[in-house]
């Protein structure tokens, strides 16, 4: 099964460190290119002569239907790969098996049905989520264009956690680097070769993705160790339990996605009755940039997740701290380093999506304001993932909820009407929720975690 194309972590075996960078690097790879799915899309649609900052805005308002459906695939991706990987470390392949395909199948009757719901009430959605008739006429068109290609993205988000959590983390990471390239190629000749402007930034994306993901299910159908196949009949009788399971553990992932969707739709609104179409715009351009500085962070933890998961399934509590103590020191690396470029060279990273000078005045100060306490952002990031990853369900859905909806959201109204801040209000309700919701996170991590981790350790020397 080891061959030179096709080479597997053993997670069990070698260096906690070296296991994590393995699994890490092919990831932090795989979603940088993942970013330029809706990235270049940006960086070409905010270039658009005469019409660039206004469609950048436009396609900022379809974010949070995008978030939404990678939200879907991440409940049934993220939820399934952490109990495949304990199965797996348990010796149990059947089950592990099993966990892969329940969540494939639910990957896959989710995609239809977001689909065709989408289809249906895209436009009064847009006008919910803040669009003006202006920004309507291109917002409208993209997200229809974009949800044909529904299916294949959250194949593609979906199932390649199940690569990853199986070892193949170079595979995972060709995966997703196939979709980009395409696509970085694609967008320019769509865009401003077939002059199909916003519609050719769409059409582009759901190519891309299908080329990634009829990729992603030739190697799990083909070559992986674990094979997909879709439920049978008797088979999606006995999936029940599996999949209370996965949604269960899931649910952290997709609440933390999902209100990021919700803060999206929160923020418009309000920027849009106190700033007008150019501050969603520079929102637009800030949420872009979060993106890209985030990835690396969620490429060290979701790297580290399969090797927590894996250790803590095969009952090695050492094993299981080590990583966690690997993670967090890599993360906290990245995260100094990046927070120092963001806030001593704001328009370097604002350059990157618009070439509009007259939006800097604008989004310098705000981009400033809103990663003030990025570095807090760290603590919430390894706390979910060391709950996500020891199947801690019920704290990982809290966490999720807590900085988001229980201190952004009402932030988020109550900062620029109630204490008459205007746009900064809505800029500084990130980083409030990053120190109180992170620092809450990581600390009830540390108090539950390590005395759980510790009785394992006791249990273990008793037994032998």
Not at 33 to 43: E, G, H, K, P, Q
Request: proline share 4%; with cysteine; aromatic share 12%.
């Amino acid at each position: 099964m080891k061959t030179e194309t096709m080479k597997q972590i053993d997670f069990e075996e070698g260096k906690i460190t070296e296991n994590i960078l393995r699994a890490s690097i092919p990831m932090l790879v795989a979603e940088i290119f993942s970013l330029l799915y809706n990235i270049v899309d940006r960086i070409y649609i905010a270039r658009i002569p005469g019409i660039g900052t206004t469609a950048l805005g436009a396609v900022g308002l379809c974010f949070p239907i995008i978030v939404i459906i990678t939200a879907f695939s991440n409940l049934f991706g993220g939820g399934g790969a952490p109990l495949f990987s304990i199965a797996r470390g348990r010796g149990e392949k059947k089950e592990a098996s099993f966990i892969m395909n329940t969540s494939f199948f639910m990957i896959s009757v989710c995609a239809v049905i977001l689909m065709a719901i989408g289809f249906l009430f895209a436009r009064p959605v847009l006008l919910l989520f803040g669009a003006s008739q202006n920004a309507l006429r291109y917002a409208h068109p993209y997200i229809l264009i974009y949800l044909v290609g529904t299916l294949p993205s959250m194949l593609v988000t979906g199932m390649n956690p199940f690569i990853n959590a199986q070892g193949y983390s170079t595979t995972g990471m060709i995966s997703i680097v196939i979709g980009a390239v395409f696509n970085i190629f694609l967008d320019p000749l769509f865009i401003f070769g077939f002059k199909m402007e916003i519609e050719g930034a769409a059409i582009a994306t759901i190519l891309s993705q299908m080329f990634a993901a009829a990729f992603v299910l030739h190697f799990l159908y083909q070559k992986a160790e674990y094979k997909i196949h879709f439920l049978k009949k008797n088979e999606i009788k006995k999936c029940g339990e599996n999949a209370r399971n996965i949604v269960s553990l899931g649910s952290a992932g997709f609440i933390m996605q999902f209100t990021n969707s919700l803060v999206t739709i929160c923020c418009n609104n309000v920027l849009s009755l106190t700033g007008g179409d150019l501050y969603i715009s520079v929102m637009t351009i800030l949420t872009s940039i979060r993106q890209m500085v985030e990835t690396p962070i969620h490429a060290i933890t979701e790297g580290s997740s399969p090797v927590i998961s894996y250790n803590y399934g095969a009952g090695k509590p050492e094993q299981v701290k080590k990583a966690g103590m690997a993670m967090m020191g890599l993360a906290f690396l990245y995260t100094v380093i990046i927070w120092g470029i963001i806030l001593f060279f704001p328009h370097f990273l604002i350059r990157i999506f618009s070439s509009d000078q007259t939006i800097y005045k604008d989004a310098v100060p705000a981009m400033k304001l809103y990663f003030s306490a990025f570095i807090f952002m760290l603590l919430q990031y390894v706390g979910q993932t060391m709950f996500k990853s020891l199947n801690k369900k019920k704290h990982a859905i809290f966490f999720s909820l807590l900085r988001k909806v229980i201190i952004v959201v009402p932030l988020t109204y109550l900062l620029p009407s109630v204490f008459h801040m205007g746009t900064n209000g809505v800029f500084l309700a990130e980083p409030v929720s990053n120190v109180v919701g992170g620092s809450i996170c990581f600390i009830v991590m540390l108090l539950t975690v390590l005395p759980e981790l510790n009785n394992m350790k006791k249990d273990k020397a008793a037994c032998k």
